[in-house]
C-alpha cells in the first residue's frame, strides 16, 4: 500500500564531474521506505552510501530523479524550504556526531526545536532520554561525555521532533566494539518503543540482523537483500 511509503525515491541519478572525469555516485535509483521500519543499507566504501543518504535526506539535491518524503516532493524547493522540510521531518545522525561543544547535552537535544520554534514535550523528552541511557548527563557539555554518550545525544537530537524518518551515516563508525553494541541496542529499543521509521548506512555486516530489510548498495545502485 503506498500510503504506509513514508519516503520514496524514483529513477535518481547523482553525477559529480572531476576535470574530465564523471562520476556516477547514484546511478537510477529508485527505491522506498515503509512507515515504522529499520531499514539498513550496506556496502563498500566508495559505492554511494552516504551521496543515497544525503539525497534521500535533503541535504544534497540529485542530477535527475524525485525524492518525495512524507507526501512531499522535494523537486522544485529552494533551499529554505528544504531546510524546514528537514527540521520537521527528517532525523540526521552523523558518524562523528556533530553535538555543538558549547551547549549542554539538554540544549544539544532541544536544538532543533528551538530553531524551529516549536513547543517542547517533556513527557516525550524525559522518556527519550530515559531510554537513551542519558538522563544522568544531560547538563553536561559533550566534551566531557565519552563518544558513546556523545553519539546517545545526537540520536536523541534528532529525534526529539519524531521525525519521518530518522537517517543514520554510520553511526557507530567512531565507536568501540562495546559502545557501537550499545548504540545499536539503544537505537532498535528506541526505534520499537517509538515506532520510529530509521534508515540507517553501515559497512559492519555484524549489525545487518538488526534491520528489518537489507539492501546492498554496489556502485551507485542499492539492491535488496
Ligand atoms: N562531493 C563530491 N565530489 C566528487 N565526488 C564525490 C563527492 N562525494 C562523493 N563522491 C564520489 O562518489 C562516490 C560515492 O561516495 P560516497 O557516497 O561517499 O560513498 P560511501 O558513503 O559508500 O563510502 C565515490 O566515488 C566518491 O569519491
Ligand atoms: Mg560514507
Not at 552510501?49 to 535527475?64: E, I, M, Q, R, Y
Not at 528551538?114 to 547538563?139: A, M, Q, W, Y
Not at 534508515?199 to 538488526?210: F, G, I
Request: proline residues 4%.
Amino acid at each position: 500500500m503506498t500510503d504506509n511509503i513514508i519516503l520514496r525515491c524514483e529513477g535518481v541519478n547523482k553525477l559529480y564531474k572531476q576535470g574530465e572525469e564523471t562520476i556516477y555516485a547514484l546511478k537510477d535509483v529508485s527505491m522506498s521506505v515503509r512507515r515504522g521500519e529499520f531499514l539498513i543499507l550496506c556496502g563498500k566504501s566508495g559505492s554511494g552510501k552516504s551521496t543515497l543518504l544525503n539525497v534521500l535526506s535533503g541535504f544534497d539535491v540529485p542530477t535527475a530523479g524525485k525524492v518525495i518524503i512524507g507526501g512531499e516532493d522535494m523537486a522544485g524547493m529552494n533551499d529554505r524550504q528544504r531546510a524546514k522540510l528537514r527540521n520537521e521531518k527528517i532525523g540526521f545522525v552523523f558518524q562523528s556526531y556533530h553535538l555543538l561543544p558549547i551547549l549542554t547535552a539538554r540544549e544539544n537535544i532541544l536544538s532543533p526545536l528551538l530553531i524551529g520554534k516549536r513547543p517542547v514535550n517533556d513527557k516525550f523528552f524525559e522518556e527519550l532520554c530515559g531510554s537513551l541511557g542519558i538522563t544522568h548527563r544531560l547538563e553536561h557539555l559533550p566534551s566531557e561525555m565519552s563518544g558513546g554518550e556523545c553519539q546517545r545525544v545526537a540520536v536523541a537530537r534528532a529525534m526529539i521532533t519524531q521525525p519521518d524518518v530518522l537517517f543514520a551515516d554510520e553511526p557507530t563508525g567512531n565507536l568501540d566494539k562495546k559502545s557501537a553494541g550499545e548504540l545499536i541496542a539503544l537505537l532498535k529499543q528506541a526505534h520499537d518503543r517509538f515506532g520510529q521509521t530509521i534508515l540507517m548506512v553501515t559497512h559492519d555486516e555484524s549489525l545487518l540482523p538488526y534491520g528489518d530489510r537489507v539492501y546492498r548498495m554496489e556502485n551507485g545502485t542499492p539492491m535488496l537483500v
